[in-house]
């Protein structure tokens, strides 16, 4: 695996299991009487001075990292990687076959673009999947394969965790290891671009999103670490650009690589397939990342695909044993028979017999939002998301039980929580670096709905 982060810290083997000295820190934090309003107001100016915002709410009110030992770090990076090649092998079946079209759910515009060669050979430059890690396991219930966010939260989140006192003295006694997705994702931009044949020695970047999401603040943190990488960079809405059959531009600028935010089919609604963006991208002219085919797999129907048995003939047995493992049943909402735990049924009767084993997610949507989680809801309302199920496109997938944690967070105070948290692992050319980190009171795990994120460190010899 390569990566650019480092290994640091003294070379230590430890007596102790990982929850307890995780337990042995939180004590430390929480017994801290340094710690106070005044303190807290800083770190919540900090995190606005660095970006750390979803909209205007700073995103991280957690006071040390999440710690995770190397071992389960790289089952984790090999199940992903793996998964990563499935899909890769999905995508290229489906553009040879239109029944897998059809399953996985594309519009007819969707359907064209995905047919457009991107110029490179890997579906995804820059993608995660979201998974939730238990003390026995994890695994994975999401794919963005499309423009997944927080990729340059880490760096920012280390500035503000690893700079107090007791996480910094805890690194000091502890070797370990801290990811650099952002560098990571340069390096996929940048070998993508060549890929497509770009000569530019220093490539101009657009990073392309509606003026007014609420990610923006870390379009910007993006844009200063590519710039002072050499690359000039702009961060523009799909109104602005402009095409004359030879470059995309926005403005004066000229764009080499375009690193699309904005969500193909919000894009697709309000543009069609006329807009310069496509155009530049169709013709060659541009090299996007990613492209119009990482709908494919972002779709969640891919996942019902990969667990559904009459599609096991496209992957090998390993892919199959980590498949097997690491995705949860899922099926395409739709009348008719399916197979559960082995058993053939009806799948709208098994959904509606077994309410509180199952979550019903829109096909492409994403921010938690239509997302009916059945063991919190009663019988009537179950059913009309059932009907809402068989109207729009929506998977069924078994439920995954969610790890707690606690860890020390602050308002206004010092208050040690219970959260639920998952765990993200950024994929960069399908290779694994880092990952985003949510916590959140509630099981609808995303920042979108509220919850918040904290920095990742690798502990080695664990």
Known sequence: MESDGAAVGPRVVTMFSLPSIVQNLDEQIMN???????????????????????????????????????????????????LARVFEKLVARALENETLIDELGLTEAERNLARVDPGYSRVCVSSRLDAYVTDSGFQFLEYNAESPAGVGDQMQLEKILLALSHTKQFLREHEHWLPQPHRQLLRALLGAYRETGGQEH?????????????????????????????????????????????????????????????????????????????????????????????????????????????YQSMFSPEELEIVGRHIPWTRSVRRGRTTFSGVECDLIELLRRERERFVLKPNDDYGGHGVFIGWEMDAADWEGAIKISLERPHVAQERVPIKKLSIPMFTDRLTLEEMFIDFNPFLFDNQVEGALVRLSPSSLLNVTSGGGQTALVVLENM
């Not at 807290?40 to 006071?63: I, K, M, N, S, Y």
């Not at 543009?271 to 169709?282: K, L, N, Q, S, T």
Request: aromatic share 10%.
């Open 202 to 310: 220093r490539p101009q970047i657009a990073i392309v999103d509606w003026e007014n999401v609420a990610t923006r603040s870390e379009f910007r943190v993006l844009q200063q670490f590519f710039e002072l990488e050499g690359h000039p960079t702009i961060i523009v809405d799909p109104h602005d650009l402009q095409y004359d059959g030879k470059r995309l531009t926005a403005g004066d600028f000229r764009i080499d690589i375009l690193y699309k935010r904005v969500v193909i089919h919000e894009f697709l609604a309000l543009f069609g397939e006329d807009h310069p963006m496509v155009r530049a991208y169709r013709e060659g002219r541009v090299c996007m990342a990613n492209s119009f085919r990482a709908k494919m797999v972002h779709k969640k129907a891919s996942f019902a695909i990969l667990s559904d048995p009459k």
């Open 32 to 82: 801290d009487p340094s710690f106070g309003p005044e303190h807290f107001a800083q770190l919540v100016t900090l995190q606005r001075e660095l970006g750390l915002l979803h909209g205007d709410r700073p995103t991280c009110p957690f006071l040390r990292p999440q710690l995770l030992g190397r071992k389960q770090y790289e089952s984790i990076r090999t199940a992903a990687e793996t």
